[in-house]
């Protein structure tokens, strides 16, 4: 349980959740309760009434599950963006009021309007909707979090002028992320090893990174290094400049590698590392490896069980850049997509301002020729209250393009964004163009649709292209076109629906599609889901070494899987999975047995049927957190031989007082916070709880930038005979700070001594005990007990007694305290004087 300051009430969210699911958990197990709710029924209210429950829990819950009213704890994530918890009040029909506490949280603006007036200012309704009716409320009681989709004009500015935000501090860190698996098979072996490294420092407000990949796949290794960059904001300008190995981020242009320097808008300093709202989402038929290319640079690379995956968050070179997908499962059979990036676009719009880069670009597609000067600078600017436009140039030697942009909301609900390019090839002469449109809207209800289209004439070029001479195959498979479309549909009813499509065309005629749908609906005591994945369509050359080895194979290549399954509760966090799936010929159905057994152990055990080849196979999985990294182990075991899995992830802090260790990874804007010397003390920031070392230290891993934090230490993992003199801080940080919160503990000794006069008989009730300098400590209360509230050294006691005599009681601490006990016990003799 959480503890909160004096002000705050001492309510957490661990606190709540079990209060209200033991309550649900109550309804159901009551007898003859559970069938008198059926499909589209109401509560048996009789029952109800009998059981002693309020028949009004039949009409607030009769829909759908819902917050219920009064003030929670939640999880708070903006455009995708987890910022922490946060006091979210809700009205009587379970819907999310915007107070003043909740949009500094999630660093909104404040409308002046207020739909509803609360008991004090700090508790009022502002018509946050009524003034921003594009935005999204996602609300999720199931997993206690509000999630909300706002557009860019609600974000509120960085306060440079206040200046009451934590700024300078200096501390190196240091992330990794190593993860590898071993497959031996009676014919063959394979291994495959991958280290994910970002180093850097933090300094005065300068934030200096290096990011690096080492590969390591059947013994072939190989490097690919990111980027190695300095950055800093400017509150003058009220942009963010960089220096060193950088990829561009106009919003006009594709993202290019380049070494130089770059001015860009302070909006991006508002969104956490990685924060942004693109999905890569598919169905692994084994446990796989998912890579994440963008721009030709390998940015993420994980393991993922067997089923559907979804990845976000993904740390995004650029936001103008196709993502490459790769799905490569233990036996290294691989398969690929495209996630076209007019398809999360919309999702992390241009900051109003301005952008310029130059630099000498770090990749040449032909070696031959020296490395171009690029110079490129755009700018964006509102049109109004709900529309943006932007224009920009890029120009080398020989090169030159231009771009503008249009996005706008229509009718309050629809977002529509367009981008055109043109480019123009001095040396071969030639010209083209490129125009992508995207869409979104919530259509009705719980409804969204989105859309987008993206297509070039075949002389358009790409910067890395200009000058370059193509042979006819080499154009004819550049893309011409590449489109779209998702449809998400949540009812009550008949459950959560999902449908998302894409497709490329080339000039050659070949295309690629892929498909991703999946239903979900969750019964009384079961969750069903439906999945299908597929890359279905034309001819197209498979994204493997032969492509990169300039061979192409143009086979046809439909790929269905389809998947349904069946979870069933067990009670606390563990779960039954049950499943059938299908590709191609091939059908397989297993079933996995999964728990999370606390804080820090999570596993699966599962056993699976090839029913074609009528081959069994055997898996298992155990998740880590031993407080201070982060460690993933598996086993396989199948007809063909056996596998192993590993991941290990972290991070690491240097900092005045030493080396500090992280189980999450360090961002731009990170911090340590110390409980006095008390180890194992658990603190949740908002990054996700951590513990404290044997120094009393722990990594504060990710702060959000101009925006109040809230961090708060669990009084039940402290020692008993440790009280907090305030268990919350709330702290603003500037970008790039380094940030120390302290807080301030009280050692204390509690004993409950049972106290006798010299004849045995224990002090009388109401007796008063003094301290050496004559102060007043307590009362004795009956049998003779004294209880003292610290007792850290030797003392004598002086106790008067009702006859007007006093006695003197002599106490002895002597052995080392029991920090696990709230008190201990004693006796005395109070010796007369």
Known sequence: MKNLSSNTPAVSIRSRRPTLLIGFATLWSLPGLAPALELGEGFDLAALTTHGIDPKVSDYFRSAARFREGVQVVGLRVNGNPLGSVDARFDAQGQLCFTPGLLEKAGLVQPRAVVRKGASPDQACHDFLGAFPTTMVRLRPGIDEVALVVPTQSLRE????????????????????????????????????????????????WIVRSRQFYVSDNGDARTEHLYAFAQRDLAVLRSTFQVGQLSSNNPLFGGIQLSGVQFSPDGQSRVPAGGNNAVVEGLAQSQSRIEVRQSGVLIHSTLVPEGPFRLTGLPLLNGTSDLEVSVIDVRGAKRSFVVPAASFAGAAPAAPGYYFSLGKVRENIDAQAPSPVVAMGSGTWGLGRESSAGFGLLSTDEYWSAGGTLSSVFFQRVAVGARHNVSRDGRNAVSGSRSSVSASSPVYANIDVNFSATTQTRGYREVLEAGRSFKADELGSRFKNQYTAGMSWADPTLGVFSLGYSRSAQFDRQTAEHVFASWNKSFSHVDVALIADSQVGGTRPRRDASVAAGRRDSTVDNDLSVRLQISVPLGGDRRVNSYVSRRGNQSRAGTALSERVNDYVNYEVGVERDLSAREQAVRG?????????????????????????????????????????????????????????????????PQGPVWTDFTGQAVIAGLPAYANSRVEVQTQSLP????????????????????????????????????????????????????????????????GMIFLNDVNESQSLRVSLPDSSTCQLSLDPGTQPDHDKFYETTTAVCHGR
């Open 158 to 205: 960085p306060q440079w002028e206040a200046g009451d935000f934590a700024q300078g501090g200096a501390a190196a860190m240091f992330n990794y992320d190593v993860l590898g698996f071993d497959n031996r098979s009676r014919s063959e072996s394979s291994r495959f090893v991958s280290a994910y490294t970002e180093a850097g420092f933090n300094l005065g407000d």
């Open 621 to 685: 999985h155990v998740d880590l957190l031993p407080r201070y990294t982060r460690v993933g182990l598996g086993v396989s075991r199948d007809a063909q031989g056996t596998g192993y899995t590993g991941q290990l992830q972290g991070g690491i802090v240097a900092h005045e007082n030493g080396l500090t260790f992280s189980p999450y990874p360090v961002q731009d804007t990170f911090g340590i916070v110390s409980v006095g010397d008390i180890g194992s003390a658990k603190v949740e920031p």
């Open 720 to 783: 008993r005979r440790v009280d907090l003199k305030n268990g919350t801080q709330v702290l603003a940080a500037g970008r790039g700070s380094f940030n120390t919160v302290a807080f301030d503990v009280v050692t204390v000794r509690r004993v409950l001594l049972t106290a006798s006069d010299q004849h045995g008989q224990p002090l009388p009730q109401g007796a008063s005990v003094f301290g050496q300098d004559g102060r007043f400590l307590t009362s004795v209360v009956g049998e």
